[in-house]
């Protein structure tokens, strides 16, 4: 039975992928051309740093704010009201909308909370344009990246990212140990 569900919940989650984050993604290539992970305060809600610069996250948020779904304000109402659920790196006491969006621990709790979790394989047919996966660079630094439409030579799906050099596209799914696999499901006013 428990297979069964996990079948269920898979085909439902990958009935609702959404395809344009790729594209959305893609605007930031050549527009975001900093990795800065400095701490900044940031309006509430829609707040973002320049657009010139920002972190693997702000590739993710940027494009999902397209889609009319804002990152800081979810992850931030869900840790006002679960703030235990998220991981405690950093010695908060309460929730910092400034800065809670931008951690890619805190967007794995949230992701796993909405129900966006899929199983982490290392199958390139896994991986649809649209989805989002966490890796460890470095074995040590957290990482996002958004799945590409577009693929390599050899079928696997290239990643738009902030690695360090500004928004890029490359063929680097598996480069670095994979974390995390989640579909985004946005209908119904991203909830």
Known sequence: MKCFL?????IISSAWADTRLPELARRQIG?????DSAY??????GGDVP???????DVVIRALRLLDFDLQKEVHEDMK??????PKHWG?????????????????TFFKRRGWGLPVTENPADYK????????????????????????????????????AGTEEEDSLFLFPLTGHY?????????
């Open 92 to 108: 908060l006491k309460r929730p910092d909308k400034n800065i809670d969006h931008r951690r890619v621990p805190n967007l794995q």
């Open 129 to 164: 344009p649209g989805d989002l996966v966490t890796c460890l660079v470095g074995g040590s630094l957290p990482h996002i990246m958004i799945v590409s439409d577009c693929k390599s030579e050899d079928g696997t799906p290239l990643v738009i990212h902030n690695i360090g």
């Open 31 to 35: 527009v975001t051309v900093e990795y």
């Open 51 to 57: 657009a010139e610069r920002g972190v693997c996250t």
């Open 81 to 86: 009201r679960n703030f235990a659920a998220y």
């Open 6 to 10: 996990l079948l269920v919940a898979f």
């Open 40 to 45: 900044v305060r940031l309006a509430y809600p």
């Open 183 to 191: 579909r985004p499901r946005l209908s119904g006013g991203g909830r």
